[in-house]
């Protein structure tokens, strides 16, 4: 990552840093309107408990009841729910197809048009621990972990593609950005899996450059970018892997139990918690050198908004979250929290964070721009997580 110092000398703004002031919020109207760079989407027909566009609602699938809250982000108020069989033990949101896809752990998982239509069940050659969707939302990763058994469902026709058997007990599975290749890494392994999305077949091994021993633990995928973050299982140094070239081309050198490593919206900063010593490194492309901040342990989430402007870091075991200015860097201000923290999420646009709480349920809106608590919604049970459809730094 090249890094390049930004910004006039001490604290005088530049011409650099108004320009980028107004591109900052250009950008934001910008993305309010096309969503993502997916420039031309249709408003959807009112059918159901929501109209208008699907990056428009925040969902929050309940953790004890089988309902998904829906939030308006244009009133911040509850405009109607989901109706599911089962309490989800996971649910994901295609914005592309505006669909919903839940599992409860079994060999089964429920397809819902967030608009309308029925919801249709699909049989899974093997149990739905963790669903992973693609990074266009047209397919989804059924996996067992355990068993080391991936099933591929193409959520257009809504049916089983393939199923992906005999793998090791597996650690992660992520996505290529054009959905054609699935990586993934196995419990002990040092290297990567490489495997085609449309048939199943199990194309190569990728040998990673990390020391001999590693055990990967975490893949997570910059942003427009064909790169994977390698991280090791329990934290620590992490391997920049190239996707065309397949292979290591950079080390992020941080202490064991560091991570994960959690990258902006934009990809042009990226974050890394550490819990145990209660700090935030943040490596920036504005700035020479990491800087490491003061964080806090039993971190629920990590977050950028604001065009990658402002952090938000939540902290279950401290009821907080901490605000970072990312242009400077540094630890803007700490936010009480009235619950513990679950994973949220950031609206299309970079303005608003969502961040449910647990004991009692609320869904608190931190604006972005002001960094502060502009709305508290009450939520009908314990929130399971927030998701925004193609939201901040996610697309799909």
């Known amino acids: 990552m090249r890094m390049k110092v930004a910004g006039g000398r001490h ?11 107004l591109l900052r919020a250009a950008v934001v109207r910008l993305n309010a309107i096309v969503g993502c760079g997916v420039i031309g989407l249709v408003p959807i027909a009112q059918a159901g ?12 699938p309940s953790a004890v009841s089988p309902i998904v ?26 914005r592309e197809l505006t669909k919903l896809i839940a599992t409860e752990g079994r060999s089964a998982m429920t397809v819902l048009g967030v608009f309308g239509g029925p919801p249709n069940q699909i049989a899974l050659p093997n149990a739905a621990q963790r669903l992973v969707l693609g990074a266009r939302g047209r397919v989804v990763a059924a996996i067992d972990p355990t068993a080391g058994a991936i099933a591929l469902v193409d959520l257009v026709s809504e049916r089983v593609t393939a199923s992906i058997t005999g793998l090791p007990p597996l650690r992660d599975v992520i996505f290529g950005n054009d959905d054609s290749t699935i990586y993934v890494v196995a419990k002990g392994g040092g290297g990567i899996g490489v495997i085609d999305a449309v048939t199943g077949r199990q194309l190569r091994q990728i040998v990673a450059g990390a020391p001999p021993g590693t055990d990967i633990g975490t ?11 390698l991280q090791p299982q329990g934290g620590g140094s992490i391997d920049v892997l190239d996707l065309g070239l397949e292979r290591t081309i950079d080390r992020i050198d941080v202490t064991v139990g560091a991570g994960p490593a959690v990258p902006s919206g934009t990809g042009t900063v990226l974050m890394i918690p550490d819990g145990l010593r209660q700090t935030l490194v943040v490596r920036s492309e504005h700035f020479p050198a990491p800087v490491t901040l003061r964080g806090a342990a039993g ?3 990590t977050y950028s908004a ?31 929290l009235p619950g513990v923290p679950v994973r949220g999420a950031v609206t299309v646009d970079s303005r608003k964070l969502y961040l449910p709480l647990s004991d009692p349920p609320k869904l608190l809106v931190v604006d972005g721009k002001t960094q502060q608590v502009v709305a508290t919604i009450d939520l009908p049970s314990q929130p399971l997580v927030a998701i925004v459809a193609g939201g901040w730094g996610v697309c799909h």
């Not at 604290?11 to 002031?21: A, C, E, K, S």
């Open 299 to 301: 971190v629920t989430g």
């Open 69 to 94: 809250t829906l939030i308006d982000t244009d009133t911040d108020q509850i405009s109607g729910t989901l109706q599911l069989e089962y309490v989800p033990g996971q649910v994901e949101v295609s």
């Open 11 to 21: 604290g005088i703004p530049t011409l650099l840093t108004l320009l980028t002031t």
């Open 219 to 229: 893949l997570t995928r910059l942003p427009g970018d064909r790169r994977l973050l």
């Open 49 to 60: 408990p929501a109209t208008g566009y699907i990056e428009r609602y925040v969902f929050v």
């Open 306 to 336: 604001w065009l990658d402007s402002v952090g938000f870091v939540a902290s279950a075991a401290r009821r907080q979250l901490l605000v970072y200015d990312l242009d400077r860097p540094a630890l803007a201000k700490e936010i009480t």
